[in-house]
């Protein structure tokens, strides 16, 4: 049991690539979701899923894009990356009781992405 | 807009002793409450929740208090180990169970 895998670790973009961080678990959770992490920030919410074939917006969407095509993956899309998404980014899943509850997230280990 | 934050960005203390870090929230919807514990250059981990039905909360060392009065909720952690040295998020349930919005962190740092 891998519990929530990201890859890469670290990546370097120059303004305007594009790029796909990678998201998965092996725990057969509903619910996944994307954040990123910026220094005296917190974590904020950039995009979550309840379930495959169903994803929704949180705090920062703009400039990132989703997808949720099996109960496994979730990937982020980066159309065309900006200094302002030089960040860490984690991945996490966790069991959704009915939808009223969120029960504990797991995280995966982070994306450290530098835009220049 | 509402929020989660945290009184303090950093407690410092002494191995042995007890700490207390707080949160308020401003969300009176908010129905259920986590807190996480960062390392350095790791992903944040589970150590406690509570849901907004319940006063307070016991685990392994660490205790959660939420008052609604105040919206106000707080993690004690018992005979403070320098292991305990990292960033505490509180996280706020919101959107009917869909989303949670984070804090900003208190940095607790134990010196033996």
């Known amino acids: 049991n891998a519990g929530v895998t990201q890859t890469p670790k670290f990546q370097v973009l120059k303004t305007g690539q594009s790029m796909t961080l990678q998201c998965a678990q092996d725990m057969n959770h509903e619910y996944m979701s994307w954040y990123r992490q910026d220094p005296g920030m917190g974590l904020r919410l950039i995009h979550y899923s309840v379930g495959a074939g169903i994803t929704d917006q949180g705090e920062v969407p703009n400039g990132y894009n989703v997808s949720r095509s099996t109960t496994e993956d979730f990937p982020l899309r980066l159309l065309s990356a900006a200094p302002s998404q030089t960040s860490v980014y984690f991945c996490?899943?966790?069991?959704?009781?009915?939808?009223?509850?969120?029960?504990?997230?797991?995280f995966g280990p982070g994306t450290r992405l530098t835009v220049t | 807009g509402e929020s989660v934050g945290l009184h303090l960005p950093t407690l410092s203390v002494q191995e042995g002793d007890n700490s207390i870090i707080n949160c308020a929230y401003s969300n009176s919807a908010s129905d259920y409450f986590i807190w996480y514990k960062q390392e350095s250059g790791k992903g944040p981990q589970f150590i406690i929740d509570i849901r907004s039905n319940m006063d307070k909360r016991q685990g392994q060392r660490v205790t959660v208090l939420l008052n609604k009065t105040v919206k106000h909720l707080s993690l004690q952690i018992a005979a403070t180990q320098p292991g305990d040295s990292a960033v505490y998020f509180c996280a706020e349930n919101i959107q009917a169970g869909t989303a949670l919005i984070f804090g900003k962190g208190t940095t607790l740092s134990v010196s033996s």
């Open positions: 996490a899943s966790s069991y959704s009781m009915g939808g009223q509850h969120l029960r504990e997230q797991y």
